[in-house]
Structure formats: structure tokens, C-alpha cells
């Protein structure tokens, strides 16, 4: 047993990443733009991009200049944008290490070119209302286009996972925007994971997926389905058997009805497994499903195991495949009315992580 394994750790499948982002680029019909931003969703930024660097990706996605950092120190040499607005502050890091910014604010672009300039990407918001030039706005910025023209263009969809009819509008919005500009912008983006299962092929120059390379599918249409990535373990290190009232747990929300067999995982919401998991996860022990019982604990979890004769020193998955059983991210994130995003990210607290596959 490995020291990474004795307690609770993250298996990450690289060779089921490498194929998740194979499935987005063919789908696509256009290189991708991987986004690692948040530690590539929790699973470890270099790692996820030493991983899809030889894919011929045409860049890597990240929302801070520290994150483009450890992916320099590491190696990696493709273009790196950065996808949240940066302070003026910030420029003479970015440019030293090589990243890309975006901006959507005139005033931004001139410091960016006063300072020393660089390629650079236009973003334009077509209803997010988050960053960028609002679609309706994009006139006050021509002339600092025209006159310091971006290397790219981009927009961000709202909703793609919704057949709601708001893709094709804020590509609407988005083409007129680029027309009223009347600038050569070589390349142009626009498609998250959703919009790429949405619609196929791109009509623009690359893709930028995020969630469904590590291993999270929209549901739309199931034209497309990722394999999962990241798996949650933990070991069992205690067992007991309770008796009929008994309860388990901070609070006491958990009452034994009839005697009951409990197993104490070496995993809490110190590890990802958040709290509101409480008395409503499933866990994986020898294949069988088995629920939580009780609140969890910042360092520890309980399971109802009565059904499943087990020991102490177990696997139990908390997330993602054990034998012919899978709980993956999506069905485990509805078991707590969390985010499939939220659950992910928060996967890197405490637990160390354990690769596996990934030689492209
Ligand atoms: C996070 C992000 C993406 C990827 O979104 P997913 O839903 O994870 O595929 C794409 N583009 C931008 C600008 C983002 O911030």
C-alpha cells in the first residue's frame, strides 16, 4: 500500500481525460483550448496539461496569472489566456511569463499596448454580464481595436446546457458584434463544454471545454458522453455495531431503526467530501451501494454498511467506479443538490492525488 493510499485519496484517470479531449475536438471539428483554470477543476493543472499538451491542443484556459505561473514553471509553452479581467498591475507579470490577456474595456487595452503590448484577445459579452465589452457597446472600443488589433475574439455562453434557444441568440449577438467592429480578428471562440455537445461542427477557430474533460457530461442530447476521471476513496478504519435508538453523528440526525453495522471512513469535508452529503451520499464498499449515515465530519464519514460484510482497511468510493458500480460526478452532486463543478473543485483539500494512464 502506497502512503498516498491509506487513508483517503483522489484517483485521476489520464488516459480517460486524454479521451474526453479527444471527444471534444473531434466533435468540435476544431483544436480545443483545454481550460485549467481552479487547478484544471481540482484535478491538478500541470499534470492535466503535461497530459493534453501532446493532443495538439491550441492552448490552455486559466483565470489567474498565479496559475499560468506554476504552468510556465512546469514546461508548458503553448499560449496560456487569461480569461478573467486583469489589473494594469498585473501586466508586467503577464508579460514576463508569456500569458495572454482579454480584455473588453478600451481603457485596458491602451495600458496594455502603453506598457509594452502583446497579442491579446477581445472579449465580448453577449449576456453573461460578466466581463467584456457588452454586445451593444462594442463601438466605443473600435477604434482601440482597430488601432491595436487582437490576436482573437471571443464570447461565453450562459446556458448552453438549457435547449433554451439562448446559444444561437448570443451568437447572434456575437457575430454582430464582430461585424459593427469591422476589424481582421484572426481567431475566434466561443464554445464551453455544452456548446461543443450542443452543436457540432464549430463554426469557430478552436474550442474551449472544461467540465466534460474531467469526466462531467451536460445531458444534452447524449450525442456525446465523457468517460469519468476522478474517482473519490477512502478507507474504512473503524466498524461497530449499534443498537435499535442509537444515533450517529454530530446532532444526532441519524437513529438506528433495529441494530445496525456502522464503518467510519478516514474522509470528511477536510477532504472535499462535503458536509451536505449528510444522511444523503452513497458510498461504494465491494461493489454495493451503501448509505451515509449521519453528518460529516470535517475528518471522518459514516456508512450504514448492515448489507455489505466488510473490514476495516476497505475501499469505499465516494465518487466514481467501483467494479461494475459507478457513481460519477453528476449523480453523485445530485445526491446533495451540489454543483458538479462546486464537488470537483473541491476535491484537492486535503486528499493527496494518485494518476493513473495518460502516455498519449
Ligand atoms: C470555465 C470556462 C469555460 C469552460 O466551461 P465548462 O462549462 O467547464 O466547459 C469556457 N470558457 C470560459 C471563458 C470559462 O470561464
Same mark, same amino acid.
Given at each position: 500500500?502506497?502512503?498516498?493510499?491509506?487513508?483517503?485519496?483522489?484517483?485521476?484517470?489520464?488516459?480517460?481525460? @486524454?479521451?474526453?479531449?479527444?471527444?471534444?475536438?473531434?466533435?468540435?471539428?476544431?483544436?480545443?483550448?483545454?481550460?485549467?483554470?481552479?487547478?484544471?477543476?481540482?484535478?491538478?493543472?500541470?499534470?492535466?496539461?503535461?497530459?493534453?499538451?501532446?493532443?495538439?491542443?491550441?492552448?490552455?484556459?486559466?483565470?489567474?496569472?498565479?496559475?499560468?505561473?506554476?504552468?510556465?514553471?512546469?514546461?508548458?509553452?503553448?499560449?496560456?489566456?487569461?480569461?478573467?479581467?486583469?489589473?494594469?498591475?498585473?501586466?508586467?507579470?503577464?508579460?514576463?511569463?508569456?500569458?495572454?490577456?482579454?480584455?473588453?474595456?478600451?481603457?485596458?487595452?491602451?495600458?496594455?499596448?502603453?506598457?509594452?503590448?502583446?497579442?491579446?484577445?477581445?472579449?465580448?459579452?453577449?449576456?453573461?454580464?460578466?466581463?467584456?465589452?457588452?454586445?451593444?457597446?462594442?463601438?466605443?472600443?473600435?477604434?482601440?481595436?482597430?488601432?491595436?488589433?487582437?490576436?482573437?475574439?471571443?464570447?461565453?455562453?450562459?446556458?448552453?446546457?438549457?435547449?433554451?434557444?439562448?446559444?444561437?441568440?448570443? @451568437? @447572434?449577438?456575437?457575430?454582430?458584434?464582430?461585424?459593427?467592429?469591422?476589424?481582421?480578428?484572426?481567431?475566434?471562440?466561443?464554445?464551453?463544454?455544452?456548446?461543443?455537445?450542443?452543436?457540432?461542427?464549430?463554426?469557430?477557430?478552436?474550442?474551449?471545454?472544461?467540465?466534460?474533460?474531467?469526466?462531467?457530461?451536460?445531458?444534452?442530447?447524449?450525442?456525446?458522453?465523457?468517460?469519468?476521471?476522478?474517482?473519490?476513496?477512502?478507507?474504512?478504519?473503524?466498524?461497530?455495531?449499534?443498537?435499535?435508538?442509537?444515533?450517529?453523528?454530530?446532532?444526532?440526525?441519524?437513529?438506528?431503526?433495529?441494530?445496525?453495522?456502522?464503518?467510519?471512513?478516514?474522509?470528511?469535508?477536510?477532504?472535499?467530501?462535503?458536509?451536505?452529503?449528510?444522511?444523503?451520499?452513497?458510498?461504494?464498499?465491494?461493489?454495493?451501494?451503501?448509505?451515509?449515515?449521519?453528518?460529516?465530519?470535517?475528518?471522518?464519514?459514516?456508512?450504514?454498511?448492515?448489507?455489505?460484510?466488510?473490514?476495516?482497511?476497505?475501499?469505499?468510493?465516494?465518487?466514481?467506479?467501483?467494479?461494475?458500480?459507478?457513481?460519477?460526478?453528476?449523480?453523485?452532486?445530485?445526491?446533495?443538490?451540489?454543483?458538479?463543478?462546486?464537488?470537483?473543485?473541491?476535491?484537492?483539500?486535503?486528499?493527496?492525488?494518485?494518476?493513473?494512464?495518460?502516455?498519449?
Amino acid at each position: 500500500m502506497d502512503a498516498d493510499t491509506r487513508r483517503a485519496w483522489v484517483d485521476i484517470d489520464l488516459g480517460a481525460l @486524454q479521451h474526453n479531449a479527444r471527444t471534444m475536438a473531434t466533435r468540435a471539428g476544431r483544436p480545443i483550448l483545454p481550460m485549467v483554470k481552479a487547478d484544471a477543476y481540482g484535478l491538478g493543472a500541470v499534470a492535466v496539461a503535461r497530459a493534453l499538451e501532446p493532443l495538439d491542443v491550441w492552448g490552455f484556459g486559466i483565470a489567474a496569472v498565479r496559475e499560468g505561473e506554476e504552468l510556465r514553471a512546469a514546461g508548458i509553452r503553448r499560449p496560456i489566456l487569461v480569461f478573467t479581467p486583469l489589473l494594469p498591475s498585473e501586466f508586467g507579470e503577464v508579460r514576463r511569463l508569456g500569458l495572454t490577456p482579454t480584455f473588453g474595456d478600451a481603457a485596458a487595452i491602451r495600458q496594455w499596448v502603453e506598457s509594452g503590448g502583446g497579442a491579446w484577445h477581445l472579449a465580448i459579452d453577449t449576456g453573461m454580464n460578466r466581463a467584456g465589452v457588452p454586445w451593444r457597446e462594442v463601438e466605443a472600443i473600435a477604434d482601440a481595436v482597430r488601432a491595436h488589433p487582437p490576436e482573437g475574439a471571443f464570447t461565453h455562453f450562459h446556458s448552453a446546457e438549457h435547449n433554451d434557444g439562448s446559444l444561437a441568440g448570443q @451568437q @447572434q449577438r456575437f457575430r454582430d458584434a464582430l461585424q459593427l467592429l469591422a476589424a481582421p480578428i484572426p481567431l475566434l471562440h466561443a464554445e464551453n463544454s455544452s456548446g461543443i455537445e450542443r452543436q457540432s461542427p464549430s463554426p469557430w477557430s478552436f474550442a474551449r471545454p472544461g467540465v466534460f474533460l474531467y469526466g462531467v457530461g451536460g445531458d444534452v442530447g447524449a450525442a456525446v458522453a465523457p468517460r469519468p476521471v476522478a474517482s473519490l476513496r477512502a478507507r474504512i478504519v473503524e466498524l461497530r455495531t449499534i443498537e435499535d435508538g442509537d444515533t450517529v453523528s454530530y446532532s444526532a440526525t441519524y437513529r438506528a431503526v433495529g441494530r445496525r453495522r456502522i464503518a467510519t471512513l478516514a474522509c470528511g469535508y477536510a477532504d472535499g467530501y462535503r458536509r451536505a452529503f449528510s444522511n444523503r451520499g452513497v458510498a461504494l464498499v465491494r461493489g454495493t451501494r451503501v448509505p451515509v449515515a449521519g453528518v460529516i465530519t470535517m475528518d471522518m464519514t459514516m456508512l450504514d454498511v448492515s448489507d455489505v460484510a466488510c473490514d476495516v482497511g476497505d475501499v469505499a468510493t465516494l465518487i466514481g467506479g467501483d467494479g461494475d458500480e459507478l457513481l460519477d460526478v453528476n449523480d453523485a452532486a445530485r445526491l446533495a443538490a451540489l454543483s458538479p463543478y462546486e464537488l470537483l473543485v473541491g476535491l484537492r483539500l486535503r486528499v493527496p492525488r494518485r494518476y493513473t494512464g495518460g502516455a498519449a
